[in-house]
């Protein structure tokens, strides 16, 4: 029987990728901006370039198996001699507080029969075709899909020896340790259920990708394992953002609604209301509280949104972008959310519900290019680690 978490040969970047002003790793794809990837450019070894091949806007996916090629012949990406797990821990700054949150990352098998990976948001068709697309012609994981666990805690403490490598991305610090299998790891997390906290589409694409090979007659033991990054649901360094809607249709303010002097009076209401929801237009702010056991997502799609057209709709993180919406006329009005906190993430995902598109924000992503998983060179049956690293 193939295990279900184990360890792999990981694929890093070496020194000669990090001398530059930029580092070699980005953003994942669908949070590069166009002013971010011309940055990442300036490091001729930046993943950005493997990711979003041929350019911003177009897609040349031979030319991300080229450059992968390349960067190998180069030196400048390197398989690690023995298999093992990896630990990832990011420090990070928010409303003035430190956090830092601690991933374990290794290979999981992909589900057959049996389901122990829950989505809590949709996938789009579009993007999974685009990452199908680059996974077809590469057969390389070059990112994580971010998953939430709620057993194995010991696994999560931070290593005492010095990190292989540190990294400082969008004012981040990013730091990588090898972890020496065993076999209490792969036996600890047999039996556990996983929650996708982002990246449902590169979880979709791998799947895919398995069916796909299976119908060919081509499907590989390392065609089943997709490599995630695992933090445990108790992790102190867990953030869920949330993100606000702007809509060009207005919106009737009903005598449910009371209206608030300042953004920072409404920030301070909605802290102390989970189940509460804050409008904005040209007349002023607007607050009010409801008794729906529902996340603000939820509440926005079953009772303000069943009239719009989901093209009247953008989102927004910060209220500051949002007001900027409402100065360019195009929209009408702003509907400021609480994030769902995320044991209701859990709980809606393992019950299989899922939530609206854009409900959750798991805040920071976790970078792409940290150690890849390429199927042709990183999967091992020797899942001991007894080479020396």
Known sequence: MMERFIPFKGVRFTSEAQIYSIPPISQPYDKITPLMYETYLKNPFNIARIILPGGYENRDYGLAKKLYNKFLSRGVLRVDNSPGFYFYQVEFELTGRKFRRSHLIGLLKLPGNEDYVHAHERTFPRTVEDRLNLLRSTSVNFGQVFLLVNRCKDFFEQPENEPLQEYRLDDKIHRLWFIQ???????????????????HHRFKTAMIF?????????????????????????????VILPTHRAARRPYTIGSD??????????????????????VITKEGIFFKTYNELLTGAEYLEKVIFADYDPGDINYFREIEEGFRFLKSGEYEVLFILNPPDIKDVWDYAISGKLLPEKSTDFYPKVPTGLVLYDMNRSFSDDHTGKKSH
């Open 210 to 238: 398995r069916d796909e090979m299976k119908e060919k007659g081509l499907l590989t033991p390392a065609i089943e394992y997709r490599m995630v990054s695992v933090s445990h649901i108790e992790d102190g360094g867990l």
């Open 257 to 278: 609604f009371s209206k608030v002097d300042s953004t920072e009076k409404l920030r301070k209401l909605m802290k102390e209301n989970v189940h509460s929801l804050g």
């Open 181 to 199: 299998p065993t076999p209490r790891i792969s036996r600890c997390f047999e039996g556990a259920e996983f929650v996708i906290a982002d990246g």
